[in-house]
């Protein structure tokens, strides 16, 4: 099998990549490298192009008729939400209008299976502690839009030629599958805890006083390889006759506080960690947690990873790449 996956150079792409590579599969990515980087993809051909501009879509065509893709995975996206608040004609450009080339190229090279990188960010505020795919959407910011509308476009699709598509819900990811392969980026919160303490600074907690048992938000934090996993199995669904669902969470069903997170990176790191307590930011839920039920059952998915190997790997990737912090005694 050939599988096209955009966005592969960055930070989950590269762990598919990199699985799909491992049990024998062909791998082309398409990628501008605005976030990627190119010493992921382990050797697998990059066509390198914005994927919301007109001219992506005859790459993409053409890729596709090249290789003989039978897959796309499409990564490839913006994610910041607070860039979206500022930005959204842009966030709806990249994301939208990606998203839209993608299935257009699809159409026309007549590849008919794609996984989607949905977000729990479509559930906004969801009215449940643990939150169901059968809950309303309600995105509160652009870029949680974005991967709504993401959703319908696939569906949509579905119906009108027959693409056959699985949106995943990712939740909190974090960790990293193999060392060379950590999140690069400083923008959720474990990245977020590492480079502050990097920079001599410590971390923030915005808000003790929630509903919640140590008053810190709760999150469902999923390791970045059993995500990575989720997609492989989700590309042996589609392949099936009988699709129930369009939508999974990928999820562990179980949350952790930011306290939790900061006491266990304290733990496997041997760092000194005393957190400065802020106030409350607009717009965060007391408790996310993503219900696995339904991937569980019509997947047999389910996270093999917790808490303590996510925060476990995610701190030796970040000492193994360029921004190692010196602890203590060593
Ligand atoms: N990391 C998370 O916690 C998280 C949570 C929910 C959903 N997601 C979604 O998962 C996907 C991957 O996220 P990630 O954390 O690996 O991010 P990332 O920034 O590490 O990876 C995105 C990749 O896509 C490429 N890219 C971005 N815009 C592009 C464009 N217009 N054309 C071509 N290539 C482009 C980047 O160069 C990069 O290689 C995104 O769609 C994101 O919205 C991520």
Redesign the pocket.
């Known amino acids: 099998m050939t599988i096209l996956v955009?966005?592969?150079?960055?930070?989950?792409?590269?762990h598919v990549v990199r699985l799909l590579q491992q049990q024998g599969d062909q791998v082309v990515v398409?990628?501008?490298?605005?976030?990627?980087?190119r010493d992921r993809v382990g050797g697998a051909p990059i066509i390198e192009?914005?994927?919301?501009e007109d001219r992506?879509v005859d790459l993409m065509v053409d890729a596709m008729r090249e290789h003989s893709v039978t897959a796309v995975i499409?990564?490839?996206?913006?994610?910041q939400v607070g860039e979206s608040v500022a930005r959204p004609a842009y966030y709806y450009h990249?994301?939208i209008g990606?998203m839209a080339n993608v299935i257009t190229a699809m159409e026309r090279a007549q590849v008919r299976d794609l996984v989607f990188?949905?977000?729990?960010?479509t559930y906004g505020m969801p009215p449940t502690a643990i939150v169901e795919e059968t809950a309303d959407p309600r995105p509160i910011n652009p870029?949680g839009e974005t991967?709504l509308v993401g959703e319908w476009m696939g569906r949509a699709a579905g119906k009108a030629w027959g693409l056959r598509f699985a949106a995943l819900?990712?939740?909190?990811?974090?960790g990293s599958g193999w060392d060379d392969l950590g999140?690069?980026?400083v923008?959720?919160l474990v990245p977020m805890v590492l480079d502050r303490i990097a920079n001599g600074k410590q971390p923030l907690i915005f808000g003790n006083d929630y509903d919640t048992p140590d008053g810190t938000c709760v999150r469902d934090y999923i390791h970045v390889l059993d995500l990575a996993q989720a997609h492989i199995d989700t590309l042996t669904y589609l392949a099936k006759d009988e699709r129930p669902y369009d939508v999974f969470n990928v999820g562990t069903g179980t949350g952790s506080s930011v306290r939790e997170v900061l006491d266990g990176l304290a733990r496997v790191s041997g760092l000194a960690i005393e957190p400065e307590l802020f106030e409350r930011r607009a717009g965060d839920p007391p408790h996310l947690v993503g219900s696995p039920a339904r991937i569980n059952e019509t997947l047999g998915w389910t996270a093999q990873n917790g808490l303590e190997e996510i925060l476990t790997s995610a701190w030796t990737a970040w000492q193994t790449g360029p921004r190692r912090i010196s602890v203590a005694g060593e």
């Open positions: 955009t966005g592969g150079a960055g930070y989950i792409g590269a398409v990628d501008n490298l605005s976030t990627g980087q192009v914005d994927i919301a992506a499409h990564f490839a996206a913006q994610k990249q994301n990606g990188s949905s977000s729990a960010a870029y991967k819900r990712y939740f909190n990811v974090a999140d690069p980026a923008l959720n």
